[in-house]
């Protein structure tokens, strides 16, 4: 809608699986879909297994930094989750979500056992092709 | 005050950062060009973000407007 030619990719390696990390990489995500970038997700590890079907909306809990005073906190929030916000920033920008072959093959895991928002399966070259020469980020 | 005729009200007030934004993004898409969008927001971050959605999606940053609590911006839809 208004992509112009010079907007470089922002590419997201999305290793940690806890629902802090993944809402501040979708919040990432859905900023930079709203400003016309391609946006990238590459989902291994910890984030892949919370892609899974059936385990987006389930508790992944919190990453070892927050604190036992902030997590309640954390869990209180307004904010809307992350598997919406992802779907908001598919909605408004160009999105591309694609499961790490290496983490698919670790868990033993193949499509039919991911959520549909997973556009599929890549490896790693792929991914940093798409990256391109826009900035890649590891969360 | 504005004396602008707004079309649309989007009362955003409580939600947190990006949803005023992504509402506002929504009821554009949907809109006619020309027409006049106010977006009610609490949210800190729409103070920036709602600026740069409107300049960089090339619409029209009417007016901001802080009342108690929260801020009113008034959009046109520009193409």
């Known amino acids: 809608m208004m992509a112009d030619e010079q907007d470089k990719p922002l590419s997201l390696v999305m290793f940690s699986g806890t629902d802090d990390k993944l809402t501040a990489a979708a919040v990432l995500a859905v900023g930079a879909a709203a400003m016309g970038r391609p946006v990238n997700l590459f989902l291994q590890y910890y984030a892949l297994d919370a892609f899974r079907a059936g385990m987006v909306n389930a508790d992944h809990a919190l990453s070892p930094e927050a604190t036992t005073a902030q997590a309640p906190v954390i869990r209180a929030h307004k904010g809307q989750h992350w598997s919406e916000l992802l779907r908001q920033a598919k909605d408004v920008g160009e999105v591309n979500i694609q499961a790490c072959a290496l983490s698919m093959d670790m868990f033993g895991i193949g499509r039919e056992d991911l959520d549909p928002i997973v556009d599929g399966i890549e490896g790693v070259a792929a991914f940093i092709a798409s990256a391109s020469d826009g900035q890649v980020v590891f969360i | ?79």
């Open chain 2, 1 to 79: 005050m504005t004396t602008l005729q707004i079309d649309k009200t989007i009362d955003a007030r409580g939600m947190a950062c990006p949803g005023p934004l992504m509402n506002l993004i929504g009821a554009i898409r949907q809109g006619q060009v020309g027409q006049v969008f106010e977006v009610l927001s609490s949210d800190e971050g729409s103070k920036t973000d709602i600026p740069a959605w409107v300049a960089k999606a090339k619409h029209e940053l009417v007016e901001v407007n802080q009342d108690s609590g929260y801020a009113h911006f008034i959009v046109r839809k520009a193409r």
